[in-house]
């Protein structure tokens, strides 16, 4: 089939062939990303005879897609160069993503050991580094579930983290968690299931945006967020009642969320003042608090 260079051609009028032969020169990023256009463009970008045959560790389910979409969301999160990804060396980026993750929970291990050296069952961590990132994330839960009632405060400053798992949301028993300069760039959803938490230290890291789950966090009090490329808060945040000192300077956020001004207790709010709208002053001063 010829095609003059000056005729325009709607692309559903393509043979199918033509079309899994232009979506084969996509890097995958960019083929995943074209899959949410249109019906059409999904199909092409999961075509199951090409999605088996050029990377046979996955199947064609939904359950793998996702998997893959997982692992370049976290590639980017990681900074992991993805613009050539292709289904053939995808491999290569989850191992790097894995590795990541991998040295993460191992230094979180290693610092709470440090700071609760009583506790029981810690592995050997120069052999633990050995182990796949499987291995170490599921003893890691089993452990942290174990000992989630032993352990009140956990300090994690200053350990170059990149990764937060899903486990930390098993230490329950958790009253204060300083994960402040660091390099985590988001927040897991289990964040939410710290719900005694009372102090929350965040800043200097490179979090841009915080999940909905930490407006479960209603015994909040301190919340110190500054510095961070963060553009807006979620409106979950007016849940929390509690919430005595809320730090925001040095990021992008341009305006908050109104309803703050309800949260009485409130008594440092440390922004900048041009940024926060008229109704949100008038309802914060209502409460005779102090603002910084």
């Given at each position: 089939?010829?095609?003059?260079?000056?005729?325009?051609?709607?692309?559903?009028?393509?043979?199918?062939?033509?079309?899994?032969?232009?979506?084969?020169?996509?890097?995958?990023?960019?083929?995943?990303?074209?899959?949410?256009?249109?019906?059409?463009?999904?199909?092409?970008?999961?075509?199951?005879?090409?999605?088996?045959?050029?990377?046979?560790?996955?199947?064609?389910?939904?359950?793998?897609?996702?998997?893959?979409?997982?692992?370049?969301?976290?590639?980017?999160?990681?900074?992991?160069?993805?613009?050539?990804?292709?289904?053939?060396?995808?491999?290569?980026?989850?191992?790097?993503?894995?590795?990541?993750?991998k040295e993460s929970i191992i230094k979180i291990w290693e610092r709470i050991k440090r700071d609760y050296p009583d506790l029981l069952d810690y592995p050997d961590f120069i052999q633990f580094k050995d182990k796949t990132y499987s291995e170490i994330i599921d003893k890691f839960d089993v452990w942290t579930n174990k000992n989630k009632y032993n352990i009140p405060r956990l300090n994690l400053t200053f350990l170059d983290l990149k990764y937060l798992p899903d486990s930390i949301g098993n230490l329950t028993n958790l009253k204060w968690l300083h994960l402040d300069n660091n390099k985590i760039r988001s927040l897991p959803n289990a964040i939410g299931k710290l719900i005694i938490l009372e102090k929350l230290a965040l800043h200097n890291n490179q979090i841009s945006s915080l999940p909905n789950s930490i407006g479960k966090l209603t015994n909040l009090k301190w919340l110190q967020l500054y510095n961070n490329p963060i553009s807006s808060l979620p409106d979950s945040i007016v849940n929390l009642t509690n919430l005595e000192e809320l730090v925001l300077h040095d990021n992008q956020i341009s305006s908050l969320p109104d309803l703050i001004g309800n949260l009485s207790n409130l008594k440092v709010l440390y922004h900048k003042i041009s940024t926060l709208s008229e109704s949100f002053l008038d309802n914060y001063f209502a409460h005779n608090k102090s603002l910084i």
């Open positions: 089939m010829t095609i003059a260079s000056s005729t325009f051609m709607d692309f559903n009028e393509l043979p199918k062939e033509i079309g899994l032969k232009i979506f084969s020169f996509l890097p995958l990023d960019e083929r995943l990303r074209a899959s949410k256009v249109s019906n059409l463009f999904r199909e092409l970008a999961y075509d199951p005879v090409t999605f088996r045959n050029n990377y046979k560790e996955y199947n064609d389910d939904e359950s793998s897609i996702k998997e893959i979409q997982d692992i370049l969301r976290d590639a980017r999160s990681f900074e992991i160069d993805i613009t050539q990804v292709t289904f053939e060396n995808i491999k290569k980026v989850k191992t790097e993503v894995e590795q990541i993750k």
